[in-house]
């Protein structure tokens, strides 16, 4: 599943190449990792860590991408989409955070978010998945 969405992405951003860890975790443990590394005391969807961000680290590792399963499941009920469409959609986001992307700037979310439902439009055609809705921008 990830290794094809991995496939996919790359098709569409070329920065996008390497290992990616994915670790698919609890709001517990998610928590945990967003207070320590982001000094924000809640759960989150997704959390990615590159490991060529600041290109003194030459590995085949592109970076770790950490999944909040409940939280996921919460966001899908909340915007109405299936569980694996809102798990495919936050992968593809963490994997665009590795390559540099970030929303923080309006300019710069237009872009990624665009580039996020691109790729998963990509998926869902290469794969002939059916998800009920795939306009989500978040």
Same mark, same amino acid.
């Given at each position: 599943?990830?290794?094809?969405?991995?496939?996919?992405?790359?098709r569409?951003e070329k920065?996008?190449?390497?290992?990616? @860890?994915?670790?698919?975790?609890?709001?517990?443990?998610?928590?945990?990792?967003?207070? @320590?590394?982001?000094?924000?005391?809640?759960?989150t969807?997704?959390?990615?860590?590159?490991?060529?961000?600041? =290109? %003194?680290?030459k590995?085949?590792?592109?970076? #770790?991408?950490y999944l909040? #399963?409940?939280?996921? =499941?919460? #966001?899908?009920?909340e915007? =109405?989409? %299936?569980? +694996?469409?809102?798990? %495919?959609?936050?992968?593809?986001?963490?994997?665009l955070?590795?390559?540099?992307?970030?929303?923080?700037?309006?300019?710069?979310?237009?872009?990624?978010?665009?580039?996020?439902e691109?790729?998963?439009n990509?998926?869902?055609?290469s %794969?002939?998945?059916h998800?009920?809705?795939?306009?989500?921008? +978040?």
């Amino acid at each position: 599943f990830f290794a094809d969405i991995i496939k996919i992405s790359a098709r569409s951003e070329k920065k996008i190449s390497g290992i990616v @860890e994915v670790n698919i975790v609890g709001s517990a443990q998610m928590k945990k990792i967003n207070r @320590e590394y982001r000094g924000k005391d809640s759960d989150t969807d997704v959390l990615s860590f590159a490991w060529r961000e600041e =290109k %003194t680290v030459k590995s085949d590792l592109l970076g #770790q991408i950490y999944l909040c #399963q409940s939280r996921v =499941k919460k #966001q899908a009920k909340e915007f =109405k989409v %299936t569980e +694996k469409e809102e798990m %495919t959609r936050m992968f593809v986001h963490g994997l665009l955070h590795l390559v540099g992307y970030d929303h923080g700037v309006s300019k710069d979310a237009k872009k990624m978010f665009a580039l996020q439902e691109k790729i998963l439009n990509l998926y869902k055609v290469s %794969t002939n998945c059916h998800f009920e809705s795939i306009s989500r921008l +978040k």
